[in-house]
């Protein structure tokens, strides 16, 4: 199993508060990303990265912020939680970036629930 | 707008039985076709991968169709058993526009013994 941990695994929280999900991976892997999980929507990406400092926006951006100071960690922030922002949240590395296996090494989910 | 299709959203199907899910795309963009197989409370895992240069991919039980003119591709599940039973994503993504993989709503098999 590729070395990802992602903290906390489950998380509540009022509407309004900040958010930080955190993903840590140890196989130095360059590219990291961030991914919400929903019912009838499949996995959608949120932000990745490609580097230290390094990042980009995915297909569903708004309400987050993402920030990479080291290659071993990622950490996704929800500066004002909404309802709408309840989901499962995976974290995903990947050694080459999609180019050429296109292989994502996923983390085992972070279950966040906004009230 | 989802740009990947997948059906159907379940299936039930009996041990030794073949499983089939389908997708369907429009981006003609898009030049790799993975499949992620995602068992409860974990994450999804690469079980198999196509490009749209051959039209049959297959890896043990599971084997890969792919319809470069229909923009369809399928899973194919042969001798299912109930470890097979989890949620399976078709996905599509675009070498030149990296990092951008869409997946597909996802197709929850349970097998049967």
């Known amino acids: 199993d590729a070395g990802i941990t992602q903290s906390p695994r489950h998380k509540v929280t009022e509407t309004g508060t900040p958010v930080t999900l955190r993903c840590h991976q140890t196989?130095?892997?360059?590219?990291m990303y961030w991914y919400r999980q929903d019912p009838g929507h499949g996995l959608r990406l949120i932000h990745y990265?490609?580097?230290?400092?390094?990042?980009d926006k995915g297909e569903v951006s708004d309400g987050y912020s993402v920030s990479r100071s080291k290659t071993e960690d990622f950490l996704l922030t929800l500066e004002s939680a909404t309802s709408s922002q309840t989901s499962v949240y995976f974290c995903?590395?990947?050694?080459?970036?999609?180019?050429?296996?296109?292989?994502?090494?996923f983390g085992e989910g972070s279950r966040l629930t906004v009230l | 707008q989802q740009q990947v299709k997948q059906s159907p959203q379940s299936l039930i199907v009996q041990k030794g039985g073949i499983s089939i899910i389908n997708c369907a795309y429009e981006?003609?963009?898009?030049?790799?076709f993975p499949w992620y197989q995602q068992f409860p409370g974990k994450g999804p895992a690469l079980l198999i991968a196509?490009?749209?240069?051959?039209s049959e991919k297959k890896e043990g039980r599971f084997t890969i169709s792919f319809n470069k003119s229909a923009k369809q591709f399928s899973l194919h599940i042969m001798d299912s058993q109930p470890g097979d039973s989890a949620t399976y994503f078709c996905?599509?993504?675009?070498?030149?526009?990296?990092?951008?993989?869409?997946f597909g709503a996802g197709t929850r098999l349970t097998v049967k013994p």
């Open positions: 996905a599509a993504s675009m070498v030149l526009k990296n990092n951008d993989m869409r």
């Open positions: 196989e130095n892997h360059r590219y």
């Open positions: 196509i490009r749209p240069d051959v």
């Open positions: 995903a590395i990947s050694e080459s970036g999609l180019v050429d296996t296109g292989e994502l090494f």
């Open positions: 981006n003609t963009a898009f030049d790799y």
């Open positions: 990265s490609y580097g230290v400092k390094d990042t």
